[in-house]
Protein backbone atom coordinates (compact mmCIF):
# COMPACT_ATOMS: atom_id res chain seq x y z
CA UNK A 1 0.00 0.00 0.00
CA UNK A 2 1.41 3.20 -1.38
CA UNK A 3 1.83 6.67 1.53
CA UNK A 4 -0.35 8.89 0.38
CA UNK A 5 2.24 11.51 1.61
CA UNK A 6 4.95 10.43 -0.48
CA UNK A 7 3.79 12.43 -3.42
CA UNK A 8 3.82 15.37 -1.41
CA UNK A 9 6.88 15.36 0.09
CA UNK A 10 9.60 17.69 -0.89
CA UNK A 11 12.23 16.12 -3.18
CA UNK A 12 15.97 16.14 -1.70
CA UNK A 13 17.92 18.60 -3.18
CA UNK A 14 21.42 17.32 -4.48
CA UNK A 15 24.48 17.49 -2.73
CA UNK A 16 27.26 19.52 -4.24
CA UNK A 17 29.44 17.17 -5.52
CA UNK A 18 26.19 15.57 -7.21
CA UNK A 19 25.72 18.88 -8.71
CA UNK A 20 29.07 19.24 -9.91
CA UNK A 21 29.40 15.56 -11.77
CA UNK A 22 25.83 16.55 -13.22
CA UNK A 23 27.71 20.36 -14.37
CA UNK A 24 31.01 18.44 -15.00
CA UNK A 25 31.26 20.71 -18.38
CA UNK A 26 31.11 23.92 -16.13
CA UNK A 27 33.43 23.03 -13.77
CA UNK A 28 35.91 22.29 -16.44
CA UNK A 29 35.82 25.53 -18.28
CA UNK A 30 35.88 27.05 -14.22
CA UNK A 31 38.87 25.44 -13.16
CA UNK A 32 41.53 27.29 -14.95
CA UNK A 33 40.64 30.50 -13.37
CA UNK A 34 40.52 28.48 -10.11
CA UNK A 35 43.89 27.35 -10.87
CA UNK A 36 45.47 30.90 -11.74
CA UNK A 37 43.71 32.45 -8.38
CA UNK A 38 45.20 29.44 -6.50
CA UNK A 39 48.86 30.24 -8.29
CA UNK A 40 49.01 34.01 -8.18
CA UNK A 41 47.21 34.51 -5.23
CA UNK A 42 47.15 31.65 -2.23
CA UNK A 43 50.64 29.97 -2.48
CA UNK A 44 52.14 33.63 -2.39
CA UNK A 45 50.68 33.90 0.82
CA UNK A 46 52.99 31.86 2.54
CA UNK A 47 56.06 34.46 1.80
CA UNK A 48 54.39 37.01 4.21
CA UNK A 49 56.80 34.74 6.91
CA UNK A 50 59.40 36.51 5.75
CA UNK A 51 58.07 39.93 7.04
CA UNK A 52 58.78 38.37 10.58
CA UNK A 53 62.48 37.26 9.49
CA UNK A 54 65.75 38.26 7.86
CA UNK A 55 65.45 36.58 4.56
CA UNK A 56 68.93 36.53 2.35
CA UNK A 57 68.72 35.17 -0.93
CA UNK A 58 69.23 31.64 -1.08
CA UNK A 59 67.63 31.03 1.97
CA UNK A 60 64.48 28.74 1.52
CA UNK A 61 61.31 30.69 1.94
CA UNK A 62 60.36 30.36 5.83
CA UNK A 63 63.60 28.67 6.81
CA UNK A 64 65.59 32.46 7.44
CA UNK A 65 66.75 33.70 10.74
CA UNK A 66 63.22 34.98 13.09
CA UNK A 67 63.41 38.71 14.17
CA UNK A 68 60.05 39.03 15.25
CA UNK A 69 58.41 42.24 14.72
CA UNK A 70 62.03 44.26 13.76
CA UNK A 71 61.04 44.73 10.31
CA UNK A 72 58.10 46.99 11.36
CA UNK A 73 60.44 48.90 13.78
CA UNK A 74 62.72 49.58 10.69
CA UNK A 75 59.27 50.55 8.86
CA UNK A 76 58.18 53.32 11.58
CA UNK A 77 61.51 54.60 12.57
CA UNK A 78 62.32 55.66 8.78
CA UNK A 79 62.16 59.33 8.19
CA UNK A 80 60.86 59.16 5.06
CA UNK A 81 57.46 57.29 6.09
CA UNK A 82 55.84 60.37 7.12
CA UNK A 83 56.72 61.83 3.10
CA UNK A 84 55.42 58.56 1.89
CA UNK A 85 52.01 58.53 3.49
CA UNK A 86 51.49 61.86 2.76
CA UNK A 87 52.06 61.79 -1.05
CA UNK A 88 50.16 58.22 -1.16
CA UNK A 89 46.98 59.94 0.58
CA UNK A 90 47.09 62.82 -1.46
CA UNK A 91 46.56 61.71 -4.76
CA UNK A 92 44.92 58.70 -3.35
CA UNK A 93 42.48 61.07 -2.16
CA UNK A 94 42.21 63.08 -5.16
CA UNK A 95 41.86 59.81 -7.32
CA UNK A 96 38.84 58.85 -5.01
CA UNK A 97 37.22 62.52 -4.87
CA UNK A 98 37.40 63.94 -8.60
CA UNK A 99 38.82 60.94 -10.15
CA UNK A 100 35.77 58.65 -8.96
CA UNK A 101 33.19 61.43 -9.98
CA UNK A 102 34.57 62.41 -13.52
CA UNK A 103 33.27 58.99 -14.87
CA UNK A 104 30.01 59.29 -13.03
CA UNK A 105 29.12 62.95 -14.65
CA UNK A 106 30.49 61.44 -17.41
CA UNK A 107 28.08 58.23 -18.22
CA UNK A 108 25.09 60.32 -16.85
CA UNK A 109 26.11 62.94 -19.54
CA UNK A 110 26.34 59.90 -21.80
CA UNK A 111 23.16 58.61 -20.86
CA UNK A 112 21.05 61.96 -21.41
CA UNK A 113 22.55 62.07 -25.39
CA UNK A 114 20.07 61.33 -27.73
CA UNK A 115 21.59 61.10 -30.97
CA UNK A 116 23.05 57.15 -30.79
CA UNK A 117 26.26 57.97 -33.21
CA UNK A 118 27.71 60.36 -31.52
CA UNK A 119 27.16 58.67 -28.18
CA UNK A 120 28.56 55.41 -29.28
CA UNK A 121 31.41 57.32 -31.22
CA UNK A 122 32.40 59.07 -27.88
CA UNK A 123 31.80 55.76 -25.57
CA UNK A 124 34.88 54.54 -28.24
CA UNK A 125 36.92 56.59 -28.07
CA UNK A 126 37.19 57.14 -23.98
CA UNK A 127 37.99 54.02 -24.01
CA UNK A 128 40.51 53.83 -26.19
CA UNK A 129 43.46 55.01 -23.62
CA UNK A 130 42.74 52.44 -21.75
CA UNK A 131 44.79 50.17 -23.36
CA UNK A 132 47.57 52.19 -23.96
CA UNK A 133 49.96 51.17 -21.74
CA UNK A 134 51.44 53.51 -18.76
CA UNK A 135 54.74 53.78 -20.57
CA UNK A 136 53.08 54.77 -23.80
CA UNK A 137 51.39 57.84 -21.47
CA UNK A 138 54.24 58.78 -19.63
CA UNK A 139 55.94 59.26 -23.34
CA UNK A 140 53.22 61.62 -24.63
CA UNK A 141 52.84 63.47 -21.78
CA UNK A 142 56.26 64.19 -21.64
CA UNK A 143 55.69 65.89 -25.37
CA UNK A 144 52.90 67.32 -24.27
CA UNK A 145 54.32 69.04 -21.32
CA UNK A 146 57.52 69.48 -22.33
CA UNK A 147 59.36 73.38 -22.49
CA UNK A 148 60.67 72.66 -25.75
CA UNK A 149 58.31 72.78 -28.27
CA UNK A 150 55.27 71.29 -25.50
CA UNK A 151 51.64 71.80 -26.93
CA UNK A 152 50.22 73.12 -23.52
CA UNK A 153 53.30 75.29 -23.12
CA UNK A 154 52.62 76.62 -26.80
CA UNK A 155 48.97 77.06 -26.23
CA UNK A 156 49.39 79.22 -22.47
CA UNK A 157 52.04 81.25 -24.32
CA UNK A 158 49.97 81.60 -27.42
CA UNK A 159 46.89 83.01 -24.85
CA UNK A 160 49.37 85.21 -23.31
CA UNK A 161 48.85 83.53 -19.60
CA UNK A 162 52.15 82.92 -19.57
CA UNK A 163 55.60 84.48 -20.87
CA UNK A 164 57.82 81.29 -20.56
CA UNK A 165 57.52 77.76 -20.72
CA UNK A 166 56.60 75.86 -17.43
CA UNK A 167 58.59 72.75 -16.26
CA UNK A 168 56.12 71.00 -15.47
CA UNK A 169 58.23 67.81 -14.74
CA UNK A 170 61.08 70.03 -13.31
CA UNK A 171 58.99 71.35 -10.21
CA UNK A 172 57.54 68.46 -7.99
CA UNK A 173 53.99 71.40 -7.13
CA UNK A 174 52.96 70.25 -10.40
CA UNK A 175 52.84 66.44 -10.29
CA UNK A 176 50.16 65.86 -8.19
CA UNK A 177 47.85 67.14 -11.02
CA UNK A 178 50.04 65.48 -13.21
CA UNK A 179 49.03 62.14 -11.31
CA UNK A 180 45.24 63.24 -11.50
CA UNK A 181 44.63 64.27 -15.31
CA UNK A 182 46.67 61.67 -16.39
CA UNK A 183 44.31 58.99 -14.47
CA UNK A 184 41.39 60.57 -15.34
CA UNK A 185 42.31 60.75 -18.97
CA UNK A 186 43.53 57.48 -19.13
CA UNK A 187 40.54 55.51 -17.18
CA UNK A 188 37.44 57.89 -17.84
CA UNK A 189 35.95 55.71 -20.15
CA UNK A 190 36.79 52.48 -19.03
CA UNK A 191 35.06 53.27 -15.25
CA UNK A 192 32.05 54.85 -16.63
CA UNK A 193 31.04 51.55 -18.05
CA UNK A 194 29.47 50.31 -15.20
CA UNK A 195 27.48 52.97 -14.34
CA UNK A 196 26.56 53.25 -17.99
CA UNK A 197 25.41 49.67 -17.34
CA UNK A 198 23.46 50.12 -14.46
CA UNK A 199 21.41 53.53 -16.10
CA UNK A 200 20.61 51.09 -19.05
CA UNK A 201 18.39 48.69 -16.49
CA UNK A 202 15.96 52.38 -15.18
CA UNK A 203 12.72 52.04 -16.47
CA UNK A 204 11.55 54.23 -19.45
CA UNK A 205 8.60 54.53 -17.40
CA UNK A 206 9.65 56.69 -14.57
CA UNK A 207 11.48 59.55 -17.05
CA UNK A 208 7.99 59.42 -18.89
CA UNK A 209 5.96 60.26 -15.44
CA UNK A 210 8.43 62.56 -14.57
CA UNK A 211 7.67 64.56 -17.98
CA UNK A 212 4.25 63.94 -16.85
CA UNK A 213 4.80 65.93 -14.17
CA UNK A 214 6.95 68.57 -15.47
CA UNK A 215 10.45 67.72 -14.17
CA UNK A 216 13.29 69.63 -15.64
CA UNK A 217 16.13 67.59 -17.32
CA UNK A 218 18.08 68.23 -14.35
CA UNK A 219 15.54 66.74 -11.37
CA UNK A 220 15.37 63.94 -13.68
CA UNK A 221 18.84 63.45 -13.87
CA UNK A 222 19.36 63.99 -10.07
CA UNK A 223 16.23 61.78 -8.67
CA UNK A 224 15.69 59.24 -10.98
CA UNK A 225 19.51 58.42 -12.57
CA UNK A 226 21.66 59.03 -9.92
CA UNK A 227 19.37 57.51 -7.53
CA UNK A 228 18.87 54.62 -9.19
CA UNK A 229 22.85 54.06 -10.41
CA UNK A 230 23.11 54.93 -6.11
CA UNK A 231 23.75 50.94 -5.29
CA UNK A 232 26.51 50.61 -7.60
CA UNK A 233 28.50 53.90 -6.44
CA UNK A 234 28.26 52.84 -3.03
CA UNK A 235 29.66 49.56 -3.76
CA UNK A 236 32.65 50.89 -5.58
CA UNK A 237 33.05 53.48 -3.42
CA UNK A 238 33.62 51.13 -0.79
CA UNK A 239 36.12 49.11 -2.89
CA UNK A 240 37.92 51.98 -3.71
CA UNK A 241 38.24 53.31 -0.26
CA UNK A 242 40.09 50.09 0.34
CA UNK A 243 42.73 50.52 -2.05
CA UNK A 244 43.35 54.22 -0.98
CA UNK A 245 47.18 53.53 0.34
CA UNK A 246 47.10 51.60 -4.13
CA UNK A 247 48.65 54.96 -6.00
CA UNK A 248 48.75 53.14 -9.05
CA UNK A 249 52.70 52.24 -9.45
CA UNK A 250 52.77 52.27 -12.89
CA UNK A 251 51.72 55.16 -13.36
CA UNK A 252 53.74 56.71 -10.72
CA UNK A 253 57.58 54.61 -11.86
CA UNK A 254 56.61 56.02 -15.35
CA UNK A 255 56.25 59.64 -15.15
CA UNK A 256 58.94 59.76 -12.87
CA UNK A 257 61.20 57.69 -15.07
CA UNK A 258 61.42 55.08 -13.15
CA UNK A 259 62.01 57.42 -9.78
CA UNK A 260 64.78 58.81 -11.77
CA UNK A 261 63.85 62.19 -11.89
CA UNK A 262 65.16 63.89 -8.72
CA UNK A 263 63.31 66.66 -8.75
CA UNK A 264 59.60 65.05 -8.23
CA UNK A 265 60.56 62.56 -5.02
CA UNK A 266 59.36 64.98 -2.80
CA UNK A 267 56.18 64.35 -4.08
CA UNK A 268 56.20 61.68 -5.96
CA UNK A 269 56.95 58.59 -3.48
CA UNK A 270 54.68 56.46 -2.61
CA UNK A 271 53.86 53.53 -0.72
CA UNK A 272 54.22 51.48 -3.95
CA UNK A 273 57.47 53.03 -4.84
CA UNK A 274 58.95 52.89 -1.51
CA UNK A 275 58.52 48.97 -1.49
CA UNK A 276 60.24 48.75 -4.45
CA UNK A 277 63.06 51.17 -4.29
CA UNK A 278 63.76 50.33 -0.33
CA UNK A 279 63.16 46.36 -0.73
CA UNK A 280 63.20 45.32 -3.86
CA UNK A 281 65.99 47.46 -5.40
CA UNK A 282 68.54 47.51 -2.15
CA UNK A 283 67.84 43.69 -1.70
CA UNK A 284 66.06 44.02 2.05
CA UNK A 285 63.22 41.64 0.81
CA UNK A 286 61.67 41.28 4.64
CA UNK A 287 61.40 44.95 5.16
CA UNK A 288 59.54 45.43 1.59
CA UNK A 289 57.29 41.94 2.38
CA UNK A 290 56.66 43.64 6.00
CA UNK A 291 56.33 47.50 4.34
CA UNK A 292 53.76 45.18 2.07
CA UNK A 293 51.52 43.49 4.71
CA UNK A 294 51.08 46.71 6.31
CA UNK A 295 49.79 48.45 3.53
CA UNK A 296 47.51 45.32 2.86
CA UNK A 297 45.93 45.31 6.93
CA UNK A 298 45.44 48.89 6.57
CA UNK A 299 43.70 48.52 3.32
CA UNK A 300 41.59 45.84 5.04
CA UNK A 301 40.80 47.71 7.77
CA UNK A 302 39.76 50.56 5.79
CA UNK A 303 37.53 48.69 3.73
CA UNK A 304 35.94 46.86 6.43
CA UNK A 305 35.47 50.34 7.93
CA UNK A 306 34.08 51.74 5.04
CA UNK A 307 31.65 48.90 4.59
CA UNK A 308 30.03 49.28 8.02
CA UNK A 309 29.52 52.79 7.53
CA UNK A 310 27.63 52.40 4.40
CA UNK A 311 25.45 49.46 5.98
CA UNK A 312 24.60 51.75 9.19
CA UNK A 313 23.61 54.22 6.86
CA UNK A 314 21.07 51.89 5.60
CA UNK A 315 23.33 52.00 2.09
CA UNK A 316 24.40 48.58 -0.04
CA UNK A 317 26.83 47.33 1.31
CA UNK A 318 29.39 44.27 -0.23
CA UNK A 319 28.82 42.26 2.91
Not at 65 to 77: M, S
Not at 256 to 279: H, S, W
Request: glycine residues 8%; charged residues 15%; neutral net charge.
Amino acid sequence: MTNPNAASAPKKKPGFFSRAIEQWDLQVLVLPGILLLFVFSYIPIYGLVMAFQEYRLGDFPGMSQWVGLLQFEYIFGDPNLPLVLRNTLVISLLKLTIGFVCPIIFAVFLNEMGNQTIKKTIQTVSYLPHFISWTVCALLMFDFLSTDGGAVNEMLMGAGLIDKPIGFFQDGKYFWGIALVTDIWKELGWNSIIFISAMAGVDAEMYEAADIDGATRAQKMWHITIKAIKPTIILLLIMNVGGILNANFDQIMMLTRQMGNPMLKETANVIDTYIFNTGISQGRFSFGTAAGLLKSVINFILLLAANKIADKAGESALF
